[in-house]
């Protein structure tokens, strides 16, 4: 046997390199909120991605409309902390939608790739809700609401609307945007005019428009991008976030709960719906 057979036994011999696949499918808000993306549903997800031996890299992969900034920023926090940790790179890809809290999960990668028509962007902060004061007084239901603090309630949706509490509001997300801009600047340093005010509007762009305005560092799926890289034989290792579990009375409207906290859920999940449909989803 010569030199070469050698190489070549020596090559069969040789494991492929693995690329863990984390998937942000849906609304990112709190646990507490059914079928939400947030920290609490994907930690134990994200810990394991990153123990996986042969690790070469770690891709998430994103469909989101957004949704909370803090649980956003959470989930970023954890991702970037194992990621330097074990000096392992993350490739972020968008599928249909990475846009507002989507993106901002997104800017975890190192780099990020989308298809040319997905739509990402939506840098902005936007609050949604709905009034049931009326509602609730048909149904025969008494809002009683006491506090301590001439400010301890903003915008309860089962009493009017007040315009300081909508003040108070423009205040908080005026300075939620901000954040976001500095994420997004500090993130994408060098890749996009720092001086474009635009990025900033809330806009959605195409994956080819992110592109040009160097939201994003090219336009790919997961499985073409990853073989490119790593080669034909990389491993392509899933990783499946707990989902929680809801048994029929759960299901069954009015059943183990006032009927006020089902028209909450009701507006919730009316609410998750309207981001997706934004975005034609």
């Known amino acids: 046997m010569n030199f070469h057979d050698y190489l070549n036994v020596e090559r069969l011999w040789q494991r492929p390199p693995v690329v863990s696949v984390l998937r942000f499918e849906g609304v990112i808000m709190p646990r507490s909120r059914r079928g939400g993306v947030s920290l609490a549903s994907h930690a134990a997800a994200i810990e394991k991605a990153f123990r996986v031996s042969r690790l070469a890299a770690v891709a998430i992969?994103?469909?989101?409309?957004?949704?909370?900034?803090?649980?956003?920023?959470l989930l970023y926090r954890r991702i970037r902390q194992l990621a330097d940790e074990k000096r392992v790179p993350v490739v972020a890809f968008a599928e249909d939608v990475a846009a507002s809290g989507g993106y901002w999960l997104a800017l975890a990668g190192d780099e990020i790739f989308s298809e040319e028509t997905s739509l990402l962007g939506s840098i902005g902060v936007i609050s949604a809700g709905f009034g049931l004061y009326q509602l609730i007084g048909r149904l025969g239901i008494e809002r009683r609401l006491h506090t301590a603090g001439e400010r301890k309630s903003l915008l309860d949706p089962f009493l009017p609307e007040d315009a300081a509490d909508i003040e108070r509001l423009r205040a908080l997300q005026q300075d939620i945007h901000q954040s976001f801009k500095d994420h997004v600047r500090a993130r994408r340093a060098g890749k996009i005019n720092d001086g474009d005010e635009s990025l900033f509007t809330g806009d959605v762009l195409t994956g080819r428009m992110a592109l040009d305005r160097g939201l994003i560092d090219g336009i790919g799926e997961l499985r073409a991008v990853m073989r490119a890289r790593y080669g034909d034989k990389v491993?392509?290792?899933?990783?499946?976030?707990?989902?929680?579990?809801w048994t029929v009375l759960n299901r069954v409207p009015f059943i183990g709960r006032e009927p006020v906290s089902r028209i909450a859920e009701l507006?919730?999940?009316?609410?998750?719906?309207?981001?997706?449909?934004?975005?034609?989803?």
Do not use: C, H, M, Y
């Open 61 to 73: 992969v994103i469909n989101s409309p957004g949704g909370s900034p803090v649980q956003s920023a």
């Open 267 to 281: 507006a919730d999940w009316i609410e998750a719906r309207l981001l997706w449909a934004r975005f034609g989803l």
């Open 235 to 245: 491993k392509l290792r899933p990783v499946t976030a707990e989902r929680r579990r």
